[in-house]
Every structure is written in structure tokens, then in C-alpha cells.
């Protein structure tokens, strides 16, 4: 089950921001886009200690912004085509691999991890990456806090 945080009288704060300078959005994305590159660190990190699949397809974990949210996800593509699989999990076998071998034998990849786990909860969700995002809760909030501050004493010295 995902979960969101939404920060009451935001959406009012960044339209004042707005009026009164419109590069505001620009500096609140930027903001953004460090929270999530400090979380994909952390998760790339997480994952290269796993080893084996995980530890391959580290690289593919990526740090997404807008000025309205901080993401954390994976942008395998041809380079790391199993870097789904690999902080996802997959429920069977695939490929040539799962055609030659019986279905009591070793698993092919990590456990699926499904849709009921909760974000930030470390040991739950998308292998490495929940847990990167549990491990730095605190600094996500204090970023978000000096962000706030730091915008708002910018924009409003009074």
C-alpha cells in the first residue's frame, strides 16, 4: 500500500512563491531533484552490498524531480534490462531458464514484492531502495524543512 505526505497550505506557499518570483518553481525542483539524488545514492549503495543482481543493476536506480515531488526509480532500459526484476522481484521463472529446470528447484530471481508493503518501512518494498528511503527519513524531513525556510525567507524577507 503506497502512501503519499502532503504538506497543508503547500500548494498555496509555491502559487505565493510564484507571484513573487517565477523562477520559484525552477528552485523548488532543484531542491527536489537533491532529495531524491541523496536517496538514490543511498539506495545504489544498499544495493551494491546486496551483491548479485542487485549489486549489477545498482547503476539503474535514479533520482526523479518536479517542483510539486522527490521519486526514487529505475531506469534500466537496454543497459540493465533485469533491474525490474531485481529490485522487484518476479513471481516465476523466465526465459530459457524457466523451461529447463522443475518448479521445486532454486529461484531464478529475487521474491515479488508486491503491492501491500509500506513505503519508508525498511525490509518491505522494492529490495534496496525502501530501505534507502527508511534509512534517510530524517534527513528527507530536515531538507524539506530547510527548504521551506530557506524559500520563504527568500521570497519573504520580512
Known amino acids: 500500500m503506497a502512501r ?47 551483491g548479485g543482481v542487485q549489486a549489477k543493476a545498482a547503476g539503474a536506480i535514479k533520482g526523479y524531480a518536479t517542483a510539486t515531488q522527490a521519486s526514487v526509480g529505475i531506469s534500466g532500459g537496454k543497459s540493465v534490462p533485469y533491474a525490474s526484476v531485481a529490485f522487484w522481484g518476479a513471481l516465476k521463472r523466465t526465459g530459457w531458464y524457466g523451461h529447463i529446470h522443475s518448479p521445486g528447484g532454486r529461484r531464478q530471481h529475487p ?4 503491492n ?4 519508508g518501512v ?9 530501505d534507502a ?5 530524517t534527513d528527507i524531513d530536515d531538507s524539506y524543512l530547510d527548504m521551506i525556510e530557506r524559500l520563504a525567507a527568500s521570497a519573504f524577507p520580512d
Open 111 to 114: 521474491t515479488w514484492v508486491g
Open 4 to 50: 503519499a505526505v502532503e504538506v497543508k497550505g503547500l500548494k498555496d506557499f509555491r502559487r505565493e512563491l510564484r507571484r513573487v518570483d517565477a523562477g520559484f518553481p525552477k528552485e523548488l525542483r532543484r531542491i527536489q531533484k537533491e532529495i531524491a539524488d541523496d536517496v538514490a545514492d543511498r539506495a545504489r549503495s544498499i544495493a551494491s552490498g546486496m
Open 133 to 137: 528511503v527508511a534509512d534517510k527519513l
Open 122 to 130: 525498511a525490509g518491505q518494498g522494492p529490495y534496496a531502495i525502501n
Open 116 to 119: 501491500s508493503w509500506e513505503p
